[in-house]
């Protein structure tokens, strides 16, 4: 079965420039989850879709990021402008269950990551 | 939002039993606990996830106690491919969010 996939795996700006990055999750998955990561942290949660819905974007910065999930599979994430400090790995992981409901079970299935670097 | 506490760093020689202990005082009664872990460049791999007591599976251990305001990660006889960073989170029903904190970086020594 493949993983989640992500692309590209690095990308190099210059500030000011847009950005985007993809994200294909595991068939079947319908929650789906986009992170970012700055060195020697955790993930940060940035969006979260069940289905084609944005559930949560409490924290994402709307002045310049955006998400989108057309047909609730694939999944775009945007920045526009970067700025330098947008540097970091953007992480985009995927659920066969959704955090609605009773249940609160919960295994997401990462992919490598978008290392981004502004310059 | 229930945080969890854990240790910045541990040490442990190969073969050796690691236990990653992770505090969540404000624990609610839904909640679960979940652990990560994460290899440098990689993302983050669900190891295991518990609600009570004790859970068992081919990689680790998962304890928690009655009150649950802290839980335990068991990794038995480490090797060195188990150096890396653990993340004790706790998962709401319907969370607005989900909580990573800076994780427990493991080192394993020859």
Redesign the interface.
């Known amino acids: 079965e493949a993983g989640v996939v992500q692309s590209p795996r690095y990308k190099i700006i210059e500030k000011k420039q847009p950005v985007a990055f993809w994200c294909n999750p595991i068939s079947g998955h319908n929650t789906l989850y986009w992170y970012l990561q700055n060195l020697g942290q955790g993930p940060e949660l940035l969006i979260r879709y069940e289905n084609e819905e944005a559930v949560d974007d409490s924290q994402l910065p709307k002045d310049r990021f955006s998400a989108e999930r057309l047909k609730g599979v694939d999944s775009t994430l945007k920045i526009q402008p970067a700025e330098l400090g947008d540097s970091a790995v953007y992480l985009c992981a995927s659920s066969p269950r959704s955090l609605q409901g009773r249940s609160s079970y919960n295994e997401q299935f990462f992919g490598p990551g978008t290392r981004l670097t502004v310059l | 939002l229930a945080k969890t506490t854990q240790p910045i760093s541990m040490d442990s020689y190969e073969g050796q039993e690691v236990n990653i202990t992770c505090s969540h005082n404000n624990i609610a009664t839904?909640?679960?606990i979940?652990w990560?872990q994460q290899f440098p460049?990689?993302?983050?791999?669900?190891i295991i996830?518990g609600y009570k007591t004790k859970v068992t599976n081919e990689v680790a251990s998962l304890f928690i106690p009655a009150d649950r305001k802290s839980s335990t990660l068991s990794l038995p006889r480490v090797s060195l491919s188990d150096t890396a960073?653990y993340?004790c989170l706790v998962?709401?029903?319907?969370?607005?969010?989900?909580?990573?904190?800076?994780?427990t970086r493991l080192t394993v020594i020859p």
């Open positions: 839904n909640d679960y979940t990560y460049s990689q993302g983050p791999r669900f996830q960073v993340y998962v709401q029903t319907g969370a607005n969010n989900l909580f990573f904190g800076t994780g």
